[in-house]
């Protein structure tokens, strides 16, 4: 069955510092991936996309992702995190008409 | 424009109430999507609209009844609901091309609280 996971229920950084937060797929072909975010009771903002090609995926906000298909992963990764990225991050599978989602990382952020 | 707006915003409804959660789209998708979402948890999908047919329905209570009027709108009918279906309710939409790769799209949600 197709399905992603997010290992870290919570993390927990420092503004400034370097975050990465981790995706693992299992896909039977090429996977359709997303990183979503969501600040507390609001809608999914997309972050970023990969469908195919360059394996490394420039999203907005500051946010790039790496597809190893050798790991199945995709995780998302910013290079100084600033507070107001606290939120709760989604990693999901596609296509769009049948998506499903990791259960979530939700990143604090410290001063 | 990449918004999907969704109307209210919150709702508060009695188990004996009839309402309605609005959902609309500018972007020329042609397919549409109603997930419920329970605190702390991802976004489930309940229904499927593509070219304002129904395509999937994931198993949800008849007490849910969606509607795609248009091809911009999507509504989310409500009845005789239970406690237990309150919720953040999303509205999303997407391209339905299949020579294209495609993603969803979001509105804010309707945080629905059943009393």
């Known amino acids: 069955a197709q399905s992603v996971t997010q290992p870290d229920i919570h993390i927990t950084v420092s503004e400034g510092a370097s975050l990465e937060l981790r995706c693992n797929y299992s896909y039977g072909a090429t996977p359709y991936l997303f990183w979503y975010v969501q600040s507390p009771g609001q809608g999914l903002q997309l972050l970023l996309k990969?469908?195919?090609?360059?394996?490394l995926v420039q999203g907005i906000k500051g946010f790039e992702a790496e597809f190893k298909r050798s790991q199945s992963s995709f995780n998302l990764r910013k290079p100084s995190v600033h507070w107001s990225d606290a939120a709760e991050y989604f990693c999901a599978g596609g296509p769009a008409n049948n998506l499903f989602f990791g259960t979530g990382t939700r990143l604090t952020v410290i001063p | 424009d990449t918004e999907v707006t969704q109307t209210p915003k919150h709702l508060v409804m009695g188990m004996t109430n009839k309402k309605s959660l609005k959902c609309e789209q500018h972007?020329?998708?042609?397919?549409m999507y109603w997930y419920k979402q329970k605190a702390k948890k991802p976004p489930e999908l309940m229904f499927v609209y593509s070219y304002e047919k129904l395509s999937i329905n994931e198993s949800v209570p008849s007490r849910f009844s969606p509607e795609c009027p248009n091809s911009s709108l999507l509504n989310l009918h409500l009845h005789a609901l239970q406690p237990e279906d309150s919720a953040l309710y999303l509205c999303?939409?997407?391209?339905?091309?299949?020579?294209?790769?495609?993603?969803?799209?979001f509105g804010q949600g309707t945080r629905l609280t059943v009393v």
């Open positions: 990969y469908f195919s090609g360059d394996t």
């Open positions: 972007m020329g998708h042609r397919a």
């Open positions: 999303a939409s997407s391209q339905m091309d299949r020579e294209r790769d495609t993603e969803a799209f």
